[in-house]
């Protein structure tokens, strides 16, 4: 099964981060700019499980969550410290 995150996804996700940050900025942060993705796949993930009912779903959910777990070690491995997406669109 092929999960896709679409680039439109993520775009929409630092256009919200930007927002919360009080501008318009296009450019954000390293590390921000890291936790996006993370987050984005928090919220799939939660979507998935919320329909849990069907086995697609969670084989999907379990994809995205081995991903996830990729993009946090990365992201503790650059930044040094854990990825907290608490806050995040």
Do not use: F
Not at 30 to 52: S, T
């Amino acid at each position: 099964m092929v999960v896709r995150v679409s680039a439109s996804d993520l775009e929409y996700g630092r256009r919200i981060a930007a927002i919360k940050a009080g501008s318009r900025v296009v450019r954000l942060s390293p590390e921000i700019d890291d936790l996006i993705p993370i987050a984005r796949l928090e919220k799939r993930i939660n979507q998935l499980m919320w329909n849990r009912d069907r086995p697609d779903n969670v084989l999907a959910a379990r994809i995205l969550v081995r991903e996830q777990a990729r993009l946090q070690l990365a992201y503790e491995r650059r930044h040094g410290k854990p990825a907290d997406t608490k806050g995040m669109p």
